[in-house]
């Protein structure tokens, strides 16, 4: 069985061939947009590798060292907000930065402790695990405007 193509008028034949060239042409911009924004997330996580801590010098961990945590605050439930944060799909950063806003240091410091105890690992690591450069920057604004109790 022959298959029979449809045939194009010929006035027809600029018109299509244009629209399948601008096609090409976005979808060609738009990997060479993806590849740049990749090459600069890579270059972002070297940085963050090669300092072996946060964007700007510091970690959540350096900034909690010598805080002790709070002894009449349960940070279970920022702890388990946070980390329902991390979807499958998708993330959902704003509850990050509801659980920790409004925290003292030494809350802040009981949340850590309260995730090294359930999940195994420090709330930094764990927020650096999905959190991008921006919101991770905006997670450290948070904890270097909180106060001490």
């Given amino acids: ?34 590849r740049q924004r990749k090459k600069k997330e890579v270059d972002l996580i070297r940085t963050i590798i090669s300092t072996g801590v946060g964007q700007d010098g510091k970690d959540l961990g350096s900034v909690l060292v010598g805080v002790k945590p709070a002894a009449n605050f349960d940070p279970r439930p920022a702890a ?7 979807g499958f799909f998708n993330d959902d950063e704003e509850a ?3 659980a920790l806003g409004g925290l003292y240091r030494e809350q802040i410091a009981a949340v850590n402790t309260y ?12 927020l ?15 904890l270097d405007h ?3 109790a």
Avoid: H, N, W
Avoid at 1 to 12: D, E, N, R, T
Avoid at 26 to 31: A, K, N
Avoid at 115 to 126: H, S
């Fill in 96 to 98: 990050v930065y509801e």
């Fill in 128 to 142: 650096k695990s999905f959190l991008s450069g921006t919101e991770y920057q905006r997670v450290q604004s948070i």
């Fill in 115 to 126: 995730f090294v105890q359930r999940y195994g690992l420090t709330l930094d690591a764990f």
């Fill in 1 to 34: 069985m022959k298959l029979k193509l449809p045939q194009i008028p010929k006035k027809m034949v600029l018109p299509v061939t244009v629209v399948v060239l601008v096609v090409v042409l976005v979808l060609v911009y738009l990997s060479i947009r993806t």
């Fill in 146 to 148: 909180s106060y001490s």
């Fill in 80 to 86: 388990e907000q946070i980390y329902g944060a991390k």
